[in-house]
């Protein structure tokens, strides 16, 4: 009877490698790699900030100060809030689902929602398709006066566009905060791609506060 050997190849594993690199030139690789992963994620938010779309965004603060991170305000858009039903568009989500959201200027130059969708449809005349999460399938339903009403029944979803966060200089959060929803406003600006960046923030119309383009 004929046996045949079969020749095993074993592969050096990554430890040899790994092994023969100084702790300092590995240290070094891995500052560098998570440097050029910063300065993605800084250029692709100045990518937005220099060539996105702008559109201006009715907002309302709703949280103070963070004392670790210096001052920042959370906002409320009045599109965070939609009634699929009385949108284009798709009208079942599901929490923490991904959502496009068709905006266009209203009479008063103001974003509004004219549907939300699952999957990305074209952009309408004038205005943009903002990507958003859905956080909430059971919100109060918005009333005329554009506040949110559980009164008038839980129809609406709430969604996050990445908007939600902004920081300030230190001491001027409170101010922000306590500001009439109606006399603050924000202009964002949008990629093609739906994601969206902060770029100025106004009240009664005059600028507060300009991001950097870095």
């Known amino acids: 009877m004929l046996f045949r050997s079969r020749a095993v190849i074993r592969l050096p594993s990554a430890d040899v490698f790994t092994g023969r690199v100084s702790p ?3 240290g070094l690789a891995a500052i560098v790699l998570l440097s050029g992963l910063i300065l ?3 250029e692709s938010r100045a990518s937005i900030l220099r060539s ?3 559109i201006r965004l009715a907002t309302a603060p709703l949280d103070p100060r963070d004392l670790f991170r210096g001052d920042y305000v959370i906002l409320s858009y009045k599109i965070s809030t939609l009634e699929p039903a009385k949108l284009d568009g798709d009208k079942s989500f599901e929490r923490n689902q991904t959502v496009f959201v068709r905006v266009a200027p209203g009479a008063d130059g103001l974003a ?3 549907g939300v969708y699952v999957s990305r449809p074209p952009a309408p005349a004038g205005g943009v398709v903002l990507e ?3 956080v909430s399938t059971a919100a109060c339903a918005v009333n005329p006066n554009g506040d949110q009403d559980c009164n008038a029944g839980r129809s609406a979803i709430r969604v996050e566009y990445g908007l939600e966060s902004y920081f300030v200089p230190e001491g001027t959060g409170r101010a922000i905060e306590t500001t009439e929803r109606k006399r603050l406003e924000i202009v964002a600006a949008v990629s093609s791609s739906g994601q969206a960046a902060i ?3 106004l009240i009664d119309g005059k600028l507060v506060h300009q ?3 870095y």
């Open 24 to 26: 300092l030139w590995r």
């Open 40 to 42: 993605a994620l800084v």
């Open 52 to 54: 996105g779309t702008e």
């Open 112 to 114: 509004e929602a004219k």
């Open 132 to 134: 958003g999460k859905v």
């Open 199 to 201: 770029k100025r923030l």
């Open 211 to 213: 991001e950097p383009p």
